[in-house]
T-cell receptor
Framework: KQEVTQIPAALSVPEGENLVLNCSFTDSAIYNLQWFRQDPGKGLTSLLLIQSSQREQTSGRLNASLDKSSGRSTLYIAASQPGDSATYLCAVGRGDTNAGKSTFGDGTTLTVKP | GAGVSQSPRYKVAKRGQDVALRCDPISGHVSLFWYQQALGQGPEFLTYFQNEAQLDKSGLPSDRFFAERPEGSVSTLKIQRTQQEDSAVYLC?????????????FGSGTQLSVL
């Protein structure tokens, strides 16, 4: 059974800092990996999706990398802003299913202080 | 619609009551998913529809949980004889088609509290 772990559970940084969020998974036979953002009381917003054949994806100040062999992904946020404060979740898609049937980590709650 | 819409936003039920949660996916989206999210945890898959066909219900925790999407658009998740352990946020997501790498769009969820 796939297990997804996100460390740390919570992170607080001053505005402007670059930061890295970590995601690890136990079964390397994945189809893809997605990073989501969740604001309090809201649903999830997809940030980046990395297919299993890819090593990284970039969108604006966000960069996600994937190392299947070691079972790790990182989300790099450059020049953090208070508006980046949210919970960030990674989700691993199984090798034989639609991306929506994914295994989620419990998230890292990020606070960016002005 | 502009996004995935879920109703009600909050639901309080007495233990033993039946509840029905509604999801309106983005118009034209083929795939629809239900997730259950406990406080402080990531979402857990419940069930998946492709149009009106329920292709996977392996995540439904018991036979008290039932989902339908009769016309391939709106979906309803029904929980019979609710228990306290059913208290959670129920999230609905949709995607344009059935391809594995399609982007998922989530609703804001229904927060269910069973007293």
């Amino acid at each position: 059974k796939q297990e997804v772990t996100q460390i740390p559970a919570a992170l607080s940084v001053p505005e402007g800092e670059n930061l890295v969020l970590n995601c690890s998974f136990t079964d390397s036979a994945i189809y893809n990996l997605q990073w989501f953002r969740q604001d309090p009381g809201k649903g999830l917003t997809s940030l980046l999706l990395i297919q299993s054949s890819q090593r990284e994806q970039t969108s604006g100040r966000l960069n996600a990398s994937l190392d299947k062999s070691s079972g790790r992904s990182t989300l790099y946020i450059a020049a953090s802003q208070p508006g980046d404060s949210a919970t960030y979740l990674c989700a691993v898609g199984r090798g034989d299913t639609n991306a929506g049937k994914s295994t989620f980590g419990d998230g890292t709650t990020l606070t960016v202080k002005p | 619609g502009a996004g995935v819409s879920q109703s009600p936003r909050y639901k309080v039920a007495k233990r033993g009551q039946d509840v029905a949660l509604r999801c309106d996916p983005i118009s034209g989206h083929v795939s629809l998913f239900w997730y259950q999210q406990a406080l402080g945890q990531g979402p857990e898959f419940l069930t998946y529809f492709q149009n009106e066909a329920q292709l996977d219900k392996s995540g439904l925790p018991s036979d008290r949980f039932f989902a339908e999407r009769p016309e391939g658009s709106v979906s309803t998740l029904k929980i019979q004889r609710t228990q306290q352990e059913d208290s959670a946020v129920y999230l609905c997501a949709s995607s344009l088609d059935a391809r594995p790498n399609e982007k998922l769009f989530f609703g804001s969820g229904t927060q269910l509290s069973v007293l």
